[in-house]
C-alpha cells in the first residue's frame, strides 16, 4: 500500500499538465451552465421582464417624441424600431418551429386551456382585417412613393408576414408548455413577441387618437372654438397622388384601426399565457373534458342580446350623421347617447346581479387549481375597468363643477357615468365567479341503495346480505327464508324514500338554474359587443360634449381620453372573450 502511494506521488508532476486543463474544462462547463440552463426560474422570469418592460418603454419614449411632430423624431424613425423587432421576432418563431420538429417528444405537454378553438377562429378573423389594412397601406405607399421614406413601403410588407407566421405559430404552439431551454431562448424569445405586440397596439392607437383628435379640432373650428391647439399634422402627405383611389384608401384604413388594435392586444395576451406556462408542472385535472356547447332553453337572452345590437347600430348612426351638424342637434344627439346608454348599463347590472344571485342559491364548489390563462383573464379584466372608471370619475366632477349655463344632458351624463362604474364592478364580479366556479354534473348524484343488511337471522348461504335488484324481475326465483312481511314493508318504505324522481327533481333544478346562467350570460356577450362597437366607431362623446373640457382643460381631458378609450375597448373585447368561456362552462 505504501509503494502504491509513493508510485502515485511520483507520477502526479507528469500529468500535472492534463489534469489542469480538465480542471479548466469541467469549470468553464459548469459556468456555461450555471449562466444558461441551470439558472434559477423566478430570476429567469425577473430577468425577461425586465427585458420586455424596457423594450416597450424604448419604443413609448420615441412614440411620446414623435407626438410633439418636431423634426428630430419622425414617423418613420418609429416604423423602423417596430419593423427590426418583428424580424426578430420572425427569426426566433422560425428556430422554434424547427426545434420543435427536430426534438419532438413522444407526448408533448399541452395546456388546454390556453388556446380553444373559438379563439383561435377569432385571432384568424382578426388577423385577416390585419392584412386588409396592409394592402392599404402598400397601396397608398404606392401612391405616395416619391414623396415619402421607403421605410412606409416596407413596414406593411413585413406587418404582414409577422402576421400570417404569428397567426400559425399560435395555432399550433400556443399550448405548448416549454420545458427545455427555460431561461434564454424561450423565456427572452416569448417575452420579446409580446412586448413587441404591445407596441404595435401603442402605434395603432396613437395613429387612431390622432385621426379622431383631428376631426375633434375641426369640428370645434367649425363651431367657433378658435383657442383650440392640438398640434395634430394631418395624415396625408404634402404631395400628390400618383394613382386615383389614394384618399379611398386613407379613409379606410381607420375603420379598421379597431380590428387591429384589438387583434395585438389580444395575440399579447394569449403569448402572456405561453409565457407562463414555461417549466410549469401540468395538474392532472387540468386537462379535464370539453364542456358541452348543447345550450337548450336559450331564447330570452339571445333576443334581448340582439335587441341591444341593433339598438347600438341605430344609435351610432344618427349619432355620426347628427354630431355634424347644428348645436342643437349636436346636444340632441349627445343626449340619445346617453340616455341609450342609461338603458343599456341598467338591464347588465340587473343581469350581471341576478346571475351573482343564482351562485349565492348555488352549492358549487371554487376551484382554486393553477391555470394561469384565467388568472390573466381576472388581472387584464380588473386593469382594463381602470381607463373607463377614470374617465366616469372625471365626469362626475365635471357635472358637479359646471355652472347654470352648462349644457342639459349634463345630468344625464351623471347617471351615466355612476352606472359604468357600477356595471363594471358586478360584471367583473359575474364574470370572475363564473371562471372560478367549479360545476358538478346532476347526473352524478348518489344512486339509490340496491343492497341492504337485515337484522333477522339467516341461514347460509345467504349471510345476511340480500339482493333487492332482482326481486321482481324473475317471479320464478325462490323466495328467500328467514323474510318476513315486515321486512319487506321496511324495505319498501326504504327504497320509496329515494326513489328516481327525487334525482330528477334535482336535475330539473340545476338545469332550469343554468339555462337562467347561459341566458344572462349570452346577453352580457351581446351588450358588450354593442358597447364596443360604439366607440370603435366614431361614437364617442366625451369629445364632443365640451362638458368635461370646461373643467379639465383640453389638453388634460384629450390625454385622459387617449388613455382611457383604448383600455374600454380592450375590456370589452376581453369581456366577450370571457364571457364566451362563462357561456361554454355553463
Same mark, same amino acid.
Given at each position: 500500500?505504501v509503494?502504491?502511494?509513493?508510485l502515485?506521488?511520483?507520477?502526479t508532476?507528469?500529468?500535472s499538465?492534463?489534469?489542469?486543463?480538465?480542471?479548466?474544462?469541467?469549470?468553464?462547463?459548469?459556468?456555461?451552465?450555471?449562466?444558461?440552463?441551470?439558472?434559477?426560474?423566478?430570476n429567469a422570469?425577473?430577468?425577461?421582464?425586465?427585458?420586455?418592460?424596457?423594450?416597450?418603454?424604448?419604443?413609448?419614449?420615441?412614440?411620446?417624441?414623435?407626438?410633439?411632430h418636431?423634426?428630430?423624431?419622425?414617423?418613420?424613425?418609429?416604423?423602423a424600431?417596430?419593423?427590426?423587432l418583428?424580424?426578430?421576432?420572425?427569426?426566433?418563431?422560425?428556430?422554434?418551429?424547427i426545434?420543435?420538429?427536430?426534438?419532438?417528444?413522444?407526448?408533448?405537454e399541452?395546456?388546454?386551456?390556453?388556446g380553444?378553438?373559438?379563439?383561435q377562429g377569432?385571432?384568424?378573423?382578426?388577423?385577416l382585417?390585419?392584412l386588409?389594412?396592409?394592402?392599404?397601406?402598400?397601396?397608398?405607399?404606392?401612391?405616395?412613393?416619391?414623396?415619402v421614406?421607403?421605410?412606409?413601403g416596407?413596414?406593411?410588407?413585413?406587418?404582414?408576414?409577422?402576421t400570417?407566421?404569428?397567426?400559425? &405559430?399560435?395555432?399550433?404552439?400556443?399550448?405548448?408548455v416549454?420545458?427545455?431551454?427555460?431561461?434564454f431562448?424561450?423565456?427572452?424569445?416569448?417575452?420579446?413577441?409580446v412586448?413587441?405586440n404591445?407596441?404595435?397596439?401603442? #402605434?395603432?392607437?396613437? $395613429?387612431e387618437?390622432?385621426?379622431?383628435?383631428?376631426?375633434?379640432?375641426?369640428?370645434?373650428?367649425?363651431?367657433?372654438?378658435?383657442?383650440?391647439?392640438?398640434?395634430?399634422?394631418?395624415?396625408?402627405?404634402?404631395?400628390?397622388?400618383?394613382?386615383?383611389v389614394?384618399?379611398? &384608401?386613407s379613409?379606410?384604413?381607420?375603420?379598421?384601426?379597431?380590428?387591429?388594435?384589438?387583434?395585438h392586444?389580444?395575440?399579447?395576451?394569449?403569448?402572456?399565457?405561453?409565457?407562463?406556462?414555461?417549466?410549469?408542472?401540468?395538474?392532472?385535472?387540468?386537462?379535464?373534458?370539453?364542456?358541452?356547447? !348543447?345550450?337548450?332553453?336559450?331564447?330570452?337572452?339571445?333576443?334581448?342580446?340582439?335587441?341591444?345590437?341593433a339598438?347600438?347600430?341605430?344609435? +351610432?348612426?344618427?349619432?355620426l350623421?347628427?354630431?355634424e351638424?347644428?348645436?342643437?342637434? !349636436?346636444?340632441?344627439?349627445?343626449?340619445?347617447?346617453?340616455?341609450?346608454?342609461?338603458?343599456?348599463?341598467?338591464?347588465?347590472?340587473?343581469?350581471?346581479?341576478?346571475?351573482l344571485l343564482?351562485?349565492?342559491?348555488?352549492?358549487?364548489?371554487?376551484d382554486t387549481?393553477?391555470?394561469? $390563462?384565467?388568472?390573466?383573464?381576472?388581472?387584464?379584466?380588473?386593469?382594463?375597468?381602470?381607463?373607463?372608471?377614470?374617465?366616469?370619475?372625471?365626469?362626475v366632477?365635471?357635472v358637479?363643477?359646471?355652472?347654470p349655463? $352648462?349644457?342639459?344632458?349634463?345630468?344625464?351624463?351623471?347617471v351615466y357615468?355612476? +352606472?359604468?362604474?357600477?356595471?363594471k364592478?358586478?360584471?367583473?364580479?359575474?364574470?370572475?365567479?363564473?371562471?372560478?366556479? !367549479?360545476?358538478?354534473?346532476?347526473?352524478?348524484?348518489?344512486?339509490?341503495?340496491?343492497f $341492504?343488511?337485515?337484522p333477522?337471522?339467516?341461514?347460509?348461504?345467504?349471510?345476511?346480505? *340480500?339482493?333487492?335488484?332482482?326481486?321482481?324481475?324473475?317471479?320464478?326465483c325462490?323466495?328467500?327464508?328467514?323474510?318476513?312481511?315486515?321486512?319487506r314493508?321496511?324495505?319498501?318504505?326504504k327504497?320509496s324514500?329515494v326513489?328516481?324522481? *327525487?334525482?330528477?327533481?334535482?336535475s330539473?333544478?340545476?338545469?332550469?338554474?343554468?339555462?337562467?346562467?347561459?341566458?344572462?350570460t349570452?346577453f352580457?356577450?351581446?351588450?358588450?359587443?354593442?358597447?364596443?362597437?360604439?366607440?370603435?366607431?366614431?361614437?364617442?362623446?366625451q369629445?364632443?360634449?365640451?362638458?368635461e373640457?370646461?373643467?379639465f382643460?383640453?389638453?388634460?381631458?384629450?390625454?385622459?381620453?387617449?388613455?382611457?378609450?383604448?383600455m #374600454?375597448?380592450f375590456?370589452?373585447?376581453?369581456?366577450?372573450?370571457?364571457? &364566451?368561456?362563462?357561456?361554454?362552462?355553463?
Open positions: 500500500m509503494e502504491h502511494r509513493g502515485d506521488i511520483m507520477s508532476p507528469s500529468s499538465s492534463p489534469s489542469s486543463s480538465n480542471a479548466e474544462k469541467k469549470l468553464f462547463s459548469k459556468l456555461k451552465v450555471s449562466l444558461t440552463k441551470k439558472y434559477p426560474q423566478k422570469e425577473t430577468l425577461s421582464a425586465q427585458y420586455g418592460t424596457n423594450l416597450l418603454l424604448i419604443g413609448v419614449s420615441v412614440m411620446l417624441a414623435l407626438a410633439q418636431g423634426p428630430a423624431v419622425k414617423k418613420e424613425h418609429l416604423l424600431f417596430i419593423t427590426a418583428m424580424l426578430v421576432q420572425l427569426v426566433w418563431m422560425l428556430c422554434y418551429m426545434q420543435s420538429e427536430r426534438e419532438r417528444s413522444p407526448v408533448p399541452k395546456d388546454a386551456h390556453a380553444t378553438s373559438w379563439i377569432g385571432l384568424t378573423m382578426l388577423a382585417l390585419s386588409i389594412m396592409d394592402a392599404f397601406r402598400i397601396g397608398s405607399f404606392v401612391g405616395y412613393h416619391s414623396c421614406s421607403a421605410v412606409l416596407v413596414y406593411p410588407v413585413v406587418h404582414a408576414l409577422h400570417i407566421s404569428q397567426v400559425h &405559430f399560435l395555432w399550433f404552439h400556443i399550448k405548448d416549454i420545458k427545455k431551454y427555460e431561461t431562448e424561450s423565456r427572452f424569445g416569448v417575452i420579446h413577441a412586448f413587441t404591445l407596441l404595435l397596439w401603442c #402605434n395603432g392607437v396613437m $395613429s387618437a390622432e385621426h379622431f383628435l383631428n376631426n375633434h379640432r375641426r369640428r370645434l373650428t367649425a363651431l367657433g372654438y378658435d383657442n383650440v391647439s392640438t398640434g395634430v399634422l394631418e395624415a396625408e402627405p404634402h404631395c400628390n397622388c400618383s394613382i386615383s389614394c384618399s379611398m &384608401f379613409t379606410s384604413l381607420y375603420y379598421l384601426y379597431p380590428f387591429n388594435i384589438e387583434y392586444i389580444f395575440v399579447s395576451a394569449m403569448l402572456l399565457v405561453m409565457w407562463k406556462n414555461i417549466g410549469r408542472t401540468l395538474e392532472l385535472h387540468s386537462n379535464s373534458k370539453r364542456p358541452s356547447m !348543447r345550450s337548450p332553453g336559450l331564447l330570452l337572452g339571445p333576443l334581448l342580446g340582439l335587441l341591444a345590437l339598438s347600438s347600430v341605430t344609435v +351610432l348612426v344618427v349619432y350623421i347628427h354630431i351638424k347644428s348645436q342643437q342637434t !349636436r346636444e340632441a344627439a349627445i343626449s340619445m347617447f346617453y340616455l341609450y346608454g342609461v338603458v343599456m348599463l341598467s338591464c347588465m347590472c340587473v343581469a350581471s346581479g341576478a346571475g343564482v351562485y349565492r342559491l348555488e352549492a358549487w364548489p371554487m387549481g393553477s391555470n394561469p $390563462s384565467r388568472t390573466l383573464d381576472t388581472e387584464l379584466l380588473l386593469g382594463s375597468s381602470l381607463g373607463s372608471w377614470l374617465m366616469s370619475w372625471c365626469s366632477v365635471a358637479a363643477a359646471a355652472g349655463g $352648462s349644457p342639459s344632458f349634463r345630468w344625464t351624463c351623471l357615468s355612476l +352606472l359604468l362604474v357600477l356595471e364592478c358586478v360584471q367583473n364580479l359575474f364574470i370572475v365567479e363564473s371562471l372560478y366556479r !367549479r360545476r358538478t354534473d346532476p347526473d352524478d348524484a348518489p344512486v339509490p341503495e340496491v $341492504s343488511i337485515t333477522a337471522p339467516v341461514v347460509p348461504p345467504y349471510d345476511g346480505i *340480500v339482493n333487492r335488484g332482482y326481486e321482481t324481475q324473475d317471479k320464478g325462490a323466495t328467500l327464508e328467514g323474510e318476513t312481511p315486515e321486512n314493508a321496511a324495505f319498501s318504505r327504497h324514500d326513489t328516481l324522481p *327525487v334525482g330528477n327533481q334535482l330539473v333544478i340545476h338545469g332550469r338554474k343554468r339555462q337562467i346562467l347561459k341566458n344572462i349570452i352580457l356577450f351581446m351588450c358588450n359587443i354593442s358597447l364596443w362597437i360604439l366607440p370603435a366607431f366614431g361614437c364617442r362623446p369629445y364632443d360634449s365640451g362638458l373640457q370646461e373643467t382643460g383640453y389638453s388634460v381631458w384629450t390625454t385622459v381620453l387617449n388613455l382611457a378609450i383604448p #374600454n375597448l375590456y370589452r373585447t376581453h369581456s366577450v372573450a370571457s364571457l &364566451f368561456e362563462v357561456f361554454r362552462k355553463d
